[in-house]
């Protein structure tokens, strides 16, 4: 699914286009995708085919290199949002877009994606649904807009089977998120763990269970606080975390309420976000914001359309297509409004 004229240019509502073409464009699409395709297209859009690394074993060090060199290679971006495109996240349209296409995307393309990858490299993936917590006061509701990943990686196929890893112990699961707008840790954090953890490329984490034990809340340390990003079903203690999996059902429902729903995040700001060695680069309408390993950030601003949509193509390394410019008039428009001052907290955009 990529933005090219066959949609119409300013659809009144997202919804009837799902309805109507996207969803049945997935469809048709899955009878070309064949696992033969996927896995080395996907190897090689993130830089990590078989032919240059070997197999890949199911490692804890296979799944941090995955999301790390994923998280390097395919950008956060919420360009068909904001052109009022349809979201689709079936497998074969994501697969599409996100890997033969050259595109980016935002949660619950990156983390299908993602999921979907590591299933076929032999990790068993169950996909949660979170509520986001950035940015949002402690009293306020939130309903479940982002996909997570809790992924157990077996070091051995007669280990997997009996329940536990090659010490004995229980397999140990992680969070992988992919999908969080640049913000999240850039490797796998311990879910049976409240220490905090520091990631690859640095940033430190920890999981804190919150509301009685109920949930788990994802927390990035900035200048010395904690910050809440996110929370989802706790699945400490259970027997497979799989046991709090989201239903294929729920995450189609929160997909579409992300994408249509006016007051959604997505619907009202132009942003991309790309790791770039130890930087994380963030677009954010009519500015370019670098936050670099030390904690310093630098910030270009953009005077118009062209001139993000240039930085996407050349910086992020999206590959949008020349009828694109047809939409300026929408993202002149998103650009016009500026950075909404709710987004980034002061002591990470400062």
């Not at 939130?142 to 051995?156: E, G, Q, R, S």
């Not at 709090?244 to 009202?268: I, K």
């Not at 193509?313 to 001052?341: C, I, N, T």
């Amino acid at each position: 699914h990529t933005i090219h004229s066959a949609h119409p240019p300013h659809p009144p509502c997202p919804c009837r286009a799902v309805a109507a073409g996207s969803l049945a464009i997935g469809r048709q699409l899955s009878l070309h995708c064949t696992m033969d395709d996927f896995v080395p297209q996907y190897l090689a859009r993130i830089g990590l085919d078989r032919k240059a690394h070997g197999d890949l074993p199911r490692t804890l060090d296979t799944l941090a290199a995955v999301q790390l060199a994923h998280l390097r290679s395919i950008p956060f971006e919420n360009i068909d949002v904001v052109l009022r495109r349809p979201i689709d996240m079936s497998v074969a349209a994501v697969f599409d877009k996100l890997v033969r296409s050259k595109r980016g995307g935002y949660c619950f393309e990156q983390n299908t994606l993602l999921m979907e990858a590591l299933r076929h490299l032999g990790f068993k993936v169950a996909p949660v649904l979170a509520r986001v917590r950035w940015n949002r006061p402690k009293d306020m509701d939130t309903p479940y807009t982002h996909l997570v990943l809790l992924v157990t990686p077996p070091t051995a196929a007669a280990a997997e089977a009996a329940g536990v890893d090659a010490d004995g112990a229980a397999p140990k699961s992680y969070l992988v998120d992919v999908g969080f707008g640049g913000l999240q840790s850039l490797s796998p954090l311990l879910v049976d763990t409240e220490e905090p953890q520091l990631a690859t490329e640095g940033g430190t984490y920890r999981l804190t269970a919150t509301d009685g034990g109920a949930y788990l809340t994802a927390q990035w340390q900035l200048r010395g606080e904690w910050q809440d990003m996110y929370k989802f079903a706790n699945p400490r203690g259970r027997a497979d975390v799989r046991e709090v999996a989201a239903l294929v059902c729920d995450q189609q429902v929160a997909n579409f309420w992300s994408f249509a729903w006016p007051e959604a995040r997505w619907t009202g700001c132009l942003f991309a976000a790309r790791i770039v060695g130890t930087d994380r680069v963030h677009v954010l309408n009519s500015e370019k914001c670098v936050r670099h390993a030390d904690g310093t950030t630098t910030r270009t601003p953009f005077e118009c359309s062209s001139e993000v949509l240039a930085c996407l193509r050349g910086e992020f390394g999206l590959v949008l297509p020349p009828d694109a410019e047809l939409d300026l008039a929408l993202v002149d428009a998103q650009v016009r409004k500026g950075a909404p001052s709710t987004f980034h907290v002061a002591s990470y955009a400062s």
